[in-house]
């Protein structure tokens, strides 16, 4: 921590604090996630967790780690300052985001997601505040506690995971054998609250959540209907039978035709026939109009230009190492990241055509321009009060650490603490979030007008 000055608390959970800090170097703004002690040491795993994914998986809608380091027994997470998530923009546009900025994050946040499904990997927590998003309207996927890799059939996950919000009906009947199908449930979910400006499904419990499944998506499967009524949590309790329309779009009335179309592919009720994240990619919502055509080559530019404002930060070991390597840092950044998957081959191509200037980057210091969201009050009288601070992830109480589960090593740390001192994850580095006591959000029923601003 002698490397940077702290410039302020930004939040603090159960699991941490993340503290506002200015690398004395640079001036680069970063965010510091200082993980808290624990007896039961489930917060060093979930540290633990999310430092190995982040090493090994690279892309450029994934949240990327500068470093970590230990100091006083404590885990620190270094990462880009960043305080704009999907969450904030929901608080400033109530009614939901327009049509073409949602398509764009959606593209962007799919791809994220059939990075990590291609490399065997779920997620178990996407929503809203766990997508970051830049000034430059690039989205990342962050928060990666709650992530594993897929087991082999027959193994047993963790079965209490993921926000409840967004939890898919497996997961609430505490089936063990799911599986990809969790992360589009939740996507499907998510996509409904960005259209809209509202949670598709608010709930204070999982029978209430149960309930608002049946009524609002479709009856369970017999397979869960069996789990369902097996369970003693659930003893003495029958859901209701509800006729759905099988047309999406009647389903969904208040969504774009084609938007719903691609929900009710993510919203089944039986896993094996949610639509998978490479089929969404494809799907006409994306490939109509030439979308993704004209979408490619903005998000290049994009990608090259935050490349170029973004910088490797390394703390200085001594004044003629950090000398040497100097030169070599301006230009490791953006290779990394341009190299990180298909669109990066593309990006590297075009970065080799170019004047090696466009190798060695300048690296700009002193600030780093960060959303400052101003508070925004709603029609209806829904004060978002939350929107003048930044917005960092929740992970719902409700959502347990991953504990005793079988061991699939990903890239293991070198250090016995789980931790490698002086570790440099390059790529794009973006502030990931933490629990904020007291961010929960509740509704009374599922007419009433929830805001984002109230505890989740």
């Known amino acids: 921590m002698e490397l940077y000055e702290t410039l302020g608390k930004v ?34 795993k979930i540290a633990t967790r999310e430092i190995k994914f982040l090493k090994q998986f690279r892309h450029e809608n994934l949240v990327n780690l500068i470093e970590v380091f230990r100091q006083k027994k404590k885990i620190h997470l270094v990462f880009e300052f960043i305080d704009h998530t999907v969450l904030d923009e929901l608080q400033h546009y109530c009614h939901g985001l327009e049509s073409k900025r949602l398509k764009k994050y959606l593209f962007q946040i799919l791809r994220a997601i059939e990075y ?15 997508i970051l998003v830049s000034q430059l309207g ?14 082999a059939p027959g193994d047993i996950y963790t079965d209490y995971v993921a926000t409840r919000w967004y939890r898919a009906p497996e997961l609430v009947l505490k089936d063990t054998s799911y599986g990809k199908p969790v992360d589009i449930w939740a996507l ?7 259209a809209t400006g509202n949670p598709y499904l608010p709930c204070s419990s999982d029978l209430d959540l149960l309930y608002k499944i049946v009524l609002k998506v479709g009856n369970l499967t017999p397979h869960l209907q069996s789990i369902f009524s097996k369970s ?20 969904y009335p208040k969504l774009n035709g084609l938007l719903a179309d691609l929900v009710h592919a ?41 490349a170029k404002v973004n910088s490797f930060i390394k703390p200085k070991e001594n ?13 490791n950044y953006t290779n990394t990241l341009l190299t990180t998957s298909v669109l990066g081959k593309e990006l ?43 917005s960092f992830h929740t992970v719902s109480q409700d959502a347990k650490p991953v504990i005793n589960e079988p061991s699939h090593p990903v890239n293991p740390i070198n250090n016995s603490n789980g931790v490698k001192h002086d570790l440099h994850a390059g790529g794009s580095m973006v502030m990931p979030p933490i629990n904020i006591a007291g961010s929960h959000l509740v509704t009374s029923n599922t007419n009433s007008n929830v805001s984002h601003s109230n505890l989740r």
Do not use: W
């Open 348 to 390: 590297e191509k075009d970065k080799r055509s170019k004047d090696t200037k466009a190798r060695v980057l300048k690296v700009k210091g002193g600030k780093g321009g960060t959303l400052e969201p101003k508070k925004v009050v709603c029609e209806g009288g829904r004060s978002q009060q939350n929107a003048s601070k930044p």
């Open 138 to 151: 690039i989205t990342k996927l962050c928060d990666f506690g709650f992530a594993r890799t897929l087991a």
């Open 319 to 331: 004044s003629k190492e950090n000398e040497c390597i100097k030169d070599k840092k301006k230009s």
């Open 188 to 194: 499907g979910c998510m996509i409904i609250e960005m």
């Open 11 to 44: 939040g603090e959970g159960s699991y941490g604090t993340v503290m506002k800090c200015k690398h004395k170097d640079t001036g680069k703004i970063v965010a510091i996630k200082i993980f808290c002690e624990n007896p039961e040491k489930s917060v060093n």
């Open 266 to 306: 993510c919203l089944q009720i039986d896993p094996s026939e949610r639509i998978s994240s490479t089929d969404l990619l494809h799907h006409e919502y994306f490939t109509r109009d030439g979308f993704i055509e004209k979408f490619i080559p903005e998000l290049k530019a994009k990608l090259l230009q935050e």
């Open 232 to 251: 003693p949590v659930f003893a003495g309790v029958a859901l209701p039978q509800v006729q759905h329309h099988k047309n999406a779009r009647k389903k």
């Open 116 to 130: 990590l499904h291609n490399n065997n990997v779920i997620h178990r927590d996407i929503k809203p505040e766990n």
